[in-house]
């Protein structure tokens, strides 16, 4: 089965700086990649999702992530982020089981 | 609009009380989704069905019941066997059983065991 681990539980930033989350992922087979974001106690909403094709994937909100095989990693990123984008962010991964597994997230949080 | 919807948003129930979690949608999804979140673990499949009248545990699925009598519907009960019922829990759907379909997700029931 699938598996994921956000390396970063907590990540604080300044407004306007860019910003980076990562995920690695494990898996014995092809895999399908999903970023999503949840405001406080409000359900997820997805961000981006890597499928197929391209390595680099671009979502909602400026965020984008790259797929690197090599490496089974799927990192996050924004060049210049906002107080809004103060959030948890949990990287997902699903695979041949149907079935989609979640990282523990990463809670980003801007300072102005 | 087309959606998911969940209710109640916070529940207080009474330890040793059965509780039943409402989830809702109108997106023509086949599968549908319970999860559980606590601070720190990400999310945890309870339950999952990919079709009316069928279900799978997933991998949290004891002192828990579910039932998919209408494809719209996926309630979750929360029994008195669960040993510590207290979480934010989750109801998703997706379009059906291929794995690269996103999950759309509900607001969530916020569950508090007095």
């Known amino acids: 089965a699938q598996s994921v681990t956000q390396l970063d539980s907590q990540v604080p930033v300044f407004e306007e700086a860019p910003v980076e989350l990562r995920c690695n992922y494990s898996s014995s087979v092809s895999v399908y990649l999903f970023w999503y974001v949840q405001y406080p106690n409000q359900g997820l909403q997805l961000l981006l999702k890597y499928l197929s094709g391209s390595t680099l994937v671009k979502g909602i909100n400026g965020f984008e992530a790259e797929f690197n095989k090599s490496q089974t990693s799927f990192h996050l990123r924004k060049p210049s982020v906002h107080i809004s984008d103060t959030a948890e962010y949990f990287c997902?991964?699903?695979?041949?089981?149907?079935?989609?597994?979640f990282g523990a997230g990463t809670r980003l949080t801007v300072k102005p | 609009d087309g959606g998911i919807t969940q209710s109640p948003k916070y529940l207080f129930r009474k330890e040793g009380q059965n509780v039943t979690l409402s989830c809702e949608q109108n997106l023509n999804h086949d599968a549908m989704y319970w999860y559980r979140q606590d601070p720190g673990q990400g999310l945890r499949l309870i339950y999952y069905s990919q079709i009316v009248n069928d279900f799978q545990k997933g991998d949290i699925a004891e002192g828990y019941s579910v039932s998919r009598e209408k494809k719209e519907s996926f309630p979750l009960t929360v029994t008195s066997a669960q040993k510590n019922p207290t979480a934010f829990y989750l109801c998703?759907?997706?379009?059906?059983?291929?794995?690269?379909?996103?999950?759309?997700f509900g607001p969530g029931t916020r569950l508090t065991v007095l």
């Open positions: 997902a991964v699903s695979g041949r089981d149907n079935d989609m597994r």
């Open positions: 998703a759907s997706s379009i059906g059983g291929t794995v690269s379909n996103e999950q759309f």
